[in-house]
Nanobody
Framework: QVQLVESGGGLVQAGGSLRLSCAAS????????MGWYRQAPGKQRELVAS???????IYANSVKGRCTISMDSANNTVYLQMNSLKPEDTAVYYC??????????????WGQGTQVTVSS
């Protein structure tokens, strides 16, 4: 069984910064991709950023230039540095991982979510 544990959310004023962390633990053979999604009230969950095990990254247009995703492969941890935060960034942020917890197939895991609130 694999667990994703997130930390770093909170309340910040517009223009401020936050750094989210997500550590994967348990039986992990390899990690393919880790990423962050977010879901605001009344909206669908959307990709914020993702990073592969070889460092390829994808960012949502809404966060390009303001967010940086990085991965510490040795510790199965992904980070999301968010700068110049806007009220529209307010959402629950979920960590996501596509990884192998066995020798055969990859599975998708989700964290429990961490609230990010940006006040104007």
């Amino acid at each position: 069984q694999v667990q994703l544990v997130e930390s770093g959310g909170g309340l910040v004023q517009a223009g401020g910064s936050l750094r989210l962390s997500c550590a994967a633990s348990g039986t992990i053979f390899s990690i393919n991709v880790m990423g962050w999604y977010r879901q605001a009230p009344g909206k669908q969950r959307e990709l914020v950023a993702s990073i592969t095990n070889i460092g390829n990254t994808i960012y949502a247009n809404s966060v390009k230039g303001r967010c940086t995703i990085s991965m510490d492969s040795a510790n199965n941890t992904v980070y999301l540095q968010m700068n110049s935060l806007k009220p529209e960034d307010t959402a629950v942020y979920y960590c996501n991982a596509v990884l192998r917890d066995n020798i055969y197939v990859s599975r998708v895991y989700w964290g429990q979510g961490t609230q990010v609130t940006v006040s104007s």
